[in-house]
């Protein structure tokens, strides 16, 4: 589920000085559409401010 950005995994440290992975929901919402026998989902990821940033240069350089 992390290779498919469905969820974030971030270390949380301890107080005790241990460590463990905690994982967050990265999906802000699903859209699942029947119609005539066929399925189509979409996906929506959150995107964090690096990743808004890429994907808007992305755009405009290929416009």
Known sequence: MVAHDLLVER???EADGSHHSVYEANV???????????IAVKMH??????????RIWSDIRDT
């Open 11 to 13: 270390t949380q440290m």
């Open 28 to 38: 802000d919402h699903l859209n699942v559409d029947v119609e005539d026998g066929t």
């Open 45 to 54: 990821v959150r995107e964090d401010a690096a990743q808004r940033f890429s």
